[in-house]
């Protein structure tokens, strides 16, 4: 093979490949996706603690005693 060949080899090759960003956009489109998704899931956990504030403060009230008791084991 000449120089030339190979030059136009090389050449021809590297027409076909295209764009090359826009083979993988769909990367990235999946990745916002699953990163929406996600975002979706930990909203949908806000203020979940305060929607049974009547059961924690019974809870707190009746076990007011046990928490006094552990506060000296260093826990």
């Known amino acids: 093979m000449t120089i030339a060949t190979i030059v136009a080899l090389a050449a021809e090759e590297s027409e076909h490949h295209g764009n090359v960003a826009l083979e993988t956009v769909g ?3 999946v990745a916002v996706a699953i990163f929406a998704a996600l975002a979706l899931v930990t ?8 929607r049974h504030a009547h059961k924690a403060e019974a809870y707190a009230a009746a076990h007011a005693d046990d928490v006094h008791h552990r506060a000296g084991h260093g826990h």
């Open 27 to 29: 990367y990235g489109i």
């Open 43 to 50: 909203l949908s956990y806000r203020n979940v603690a305060n």
